[in-house]
């Protein structure tokens, strides 16, 4: 009986011994790792902002186009409007414009007033209007287009405004000369202090590049349908620019 207790108690020290020794040990599992420190300037900073550009021939058009009509009453010139719309916007489609490419832009009705001296102002009638915002791929195609919705009943046409459909390539380009231009005025500036160029600390972007299109005013193009046949919708030539800063660290 007495060394069948010596056991037990000998068994619950080496237990505890065992306890005691694996919180004592490290944890092998996750061993620490001190971080790398990032080395500071140590000579000098000189920051650059340069500029790249490109150019690119436009092959996208935004042009307004709508309707405006006229009627004694507030229903009688929703429905004449709605009519000629649907007219309009047939016409777009029958000429192989995507449904993605024709988005309403706005749509109005207010009353008309006939002003007297002395008098109140009296309702004559009500102006409704409806303007879609169109999207031409086909340049080439956009003034025949355009003349045709007048003939379907369109009275308002304001554009364009011409765009580069996708211009992540030549915003790329734009980006790789930038940080040529830095780096060359960076090599400027080290030769002209007696210093060399170690390498660069940071680049950062400012601007889109893109810049806004420029529209034609209405009237401008309404003297345009009344006076040619055929309206032009000539693309030219966009610029499209990415603006960088980079700091360089001479020595």
Do not use: C
Not at 15 to 32: D, E, Q, R, V, Y
Not at 175 to 197: C, F, Q, W
Not at 232 to 249: C, I, M, S
């Amino acid at each position: 009986m007495v060394q069948w207790e010596m056991g037990i108690a000998m068994k619950h020290a080496l237990l505890a011994g065992s306890l005691i020794w694996a919180f004592a040990m490290p944890a092998t599992a996750t061993p620490l790792t001190a971080a790398t420190p990032v080395p500071g300037i140590e000579g000098t900073r000189l920051d650059i902002v340069a500029e790249g550009e490109v150019t690119r021939v436009p092959d996208l058009a935004t042009i307004g186009a709508g309707v405006v009509t006229q009627a004694r009453t507030a229903a009688a010139a929703m429905a004449a409007n709605a009519t000629k719309m649907a007219a309009t916007v047939a016409a777009l489609r029958k000429a192989g414009v995507a449904d993605r490419d024709i988005q309403t832009s706005a749509i109005s009705l207010s009353p008309q007033y006939r002003y007297a001296n002395n008098l109140p102002p009296v309702i004559t009638g009500y102006q409704a209007s409806n303007q879609v915002s169109i999207r031409f791929r086909d340049l080439k195609r956009t003034g025949q287009i355009l003349d045709t919705l007048v003939a379907e009943g369109a009275n308002q046409i304001n554009g364009p405004g011409l765009s580069i459909d996708k211009p992540e390539a030549a915003l790329d380009e734009a980006r790789t000369a930038a940080i040529a231009t830095a780096r060359a005025r960076a090599e400027l500036y080290a030769k002209a202090a007696g210093l060399s160029v170690k390498r660069i600390l940071a680049i950062s972007e400012g601007g889109d590049g893109m810049p806004p299109p420029r529209p034609m005013p209405m009237m401008a193009m309404a003297q345009m349908k009344r006076e040619a046949a055929d309206t032009a919708v000539e693309p030219g030539e966009q610029r499209l620019a990415v603006t960088v800063n980079v700091t360089f660290e001479l020595q």
